[in-house]
């Protein structure tokens, strides 16, 4: 049973039919899923989610598909938690973590937007899975494929972490590095989706893909115990995620499964590449695009595809956003890892020290329900810490040589 009505142009309204389009041809607004609000209401109510496997297609009414899901199983429902000693370091009250650093099965958010736009995509009839990554969608895209016998090709940005380069290659795509930044990566992508019949997951098909978002603040929702936290903070890159946390907010409002969402959102991005921060700070409705330099390449986006509507959803909300340096990142991968014993990437490093920043400068007051969104593991983006991190200490196998560098140093 689907509740899918077909695609809505985000600008001037017109309906298209559930395809393969992505942008309007009157317009050229982008297009994004429309459902059948009655119905779905009529039938899906927190028991019937609460019965349902831990994955994100206890949501499924929500999510856009015919028939029953083909892929991704075991993605979502990830540990949502109380980070009391994290919360103690930020002097705040109530402060909880959001960890799709152990996403199934390639540690980041990006599995749950591609089981969604996998599962679409052999309802649409593809055999060929592609897209444009900054690294954990070819993860993704990769491994999800390879489970679910798409034929794969994925396009990166010839300078990624080892981390993201070998956890694609593993899943045996045909892995393409290109010369370029991810927004030059992006507009070639576009160019080869024009041409051949291939799924681009964050091309032609992403109206379904970006939905997949959605299960990220679906579960934050369930995991508080049916009710929308007061602040989230959010990597930003192309914005969707941000933008969808938000609908999903406002849909399981819309629905009676929670009280209306009194959530603001803020975005967070690395100095180096902050396109949507900029526009926020400046109070303008236009992201300006920039040449990304940052170790957050899972964030190096320079223009937005979804800047625009993450900046109107910041502001719809009263969020606010924050950039922070290289050096914060690392410090807050550090801070992560020491408090709460959680390795995230670079991405998580811009969100916690964004939130960080926010709360000192009074932007999230200091007794109200924080949600920080961590989006990737780690054990993916080694470079960026492993300088900052000291070293083993090396010993001989005796146990004077143990107590000589050793012990007695330990405190
Ligand atoms: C892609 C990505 C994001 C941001 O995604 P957008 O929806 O494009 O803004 C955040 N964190 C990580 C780890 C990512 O890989
Ligand atoms: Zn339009």
């Not at 930020?90 to 958010?109: A, M, R």
């Not at 939905?211 to 602040?231: L, N, V």
């Not at 941000?242 to 690395?270: C, D, M, N, R, S």
């Not at 961590?374 to 470079?383: A, C, D, M, N, S």
Request: hydrophobic share 40%; proline share 5%.
């Amino acid at each position: 049973m689907s509740f899918v009505k077909g695609l809505r142009c985000r600008e001037c309204g017109r309906d298209y039919p559930a395809k393969a389009l992505f942008v309007c041809e009157y317009c050229f607004g982008s297009l994004e899923v429309d459902y059948d609000y009655e119905g779905i209401r009529a039938r899906l109510t927190r028991s019937l989610i609460e019965s349902r496997a831990k994955s994100i297609w206890r949501y499924r009414e929500l999510l856009p598909i015919d028939g029953e899901p083909t892929v991704g199983f075991h993605t979502g429902m990830t540990p949502f938690f109380r980070a009391r000693a994290l919360a103690e370091a930020l002097g705040v009250k109530e402060l909880y973590i959001k960890d799709d650093s152990v996403c199934h099965p390639t540690l980041s958010f990006k599995d749950r937007v591609v089981s969604v736009a996998l599962s679409r995509a052999r309802e649409l009839g593809f055999d060929t899975a592609a897209c444009a990554s900054t690294g954990n969608l070819a993860n993704a895209v990769s491994a999800l494929s390879a489970q679910s016998g798409f034929k794969r090709v994925i396009f990166i940005p010839a300078d990624l972490e080892m981390g993201k380069v070998v956890g694609s290659l593993i899943f045996s795509p045909r892995l393409v590095a290109v010369e370029g930044n991810y927004d030059e990566v992006n507009r070639l992508c576009a160019e080869i989706a024009a041409k051949y019949r291939w799924a681009f997951v964050n091309i032609n098909i992403r109206p379904y893909y970006a939905e997949g978002s959605k299960t990220y603040g679906f579960e934050i929702a369930e995991q508080m115990g049916w009710k929308a936290p007061r602040h989230i903070v959010v990597p930003a890159a192309s914005g969707s995620l941000l933008v969808k946390i938000w609908k999903g907010l406002k849909e399981f409002h819309k629905l009676g499964l929670i009280p209306k969402p009194e959530t603001k959102l803020y975005a967070a991005q690395a100095k180096g590449c902050s396109p949507i921060v900029t526009a926020i700070e400046e109070g303008s409705e236009i992201i300006k695009p920039v040449k990304p330099k940052t170790i957050a390449k899972s964030l190096a986006i320079g223009n937005p595809a979804d800047g625009y509507y993450a900046a109107d959803a910041i502001r719809e909300t009263k969020g606010w956003g924050a950039a922070v340096s290289d050096e914060e990142i690392v410090e807050a991968m550090k801070l992560l890892g020491a408090t709460e014993g959680i390795f995230t990437e670079t991405a998580g490093g811009v969100t916690l020290a964004a939130a960080r920043r926010l709360i000192q400068e009074k932007r999230i007051p200091r007794d109200e329900s924080i949600v920080v969104s961590i989006t990737g593991h780690g054990l993916k983006t080694q470079e960026a810490v492993v300088d900052h991190i000291g070293k083993p200490i090396k010993i001989k196998p005796t146990l004077s040589s143990f107590e000589e560098a050793v012990s007695g140093k330990l405190s």
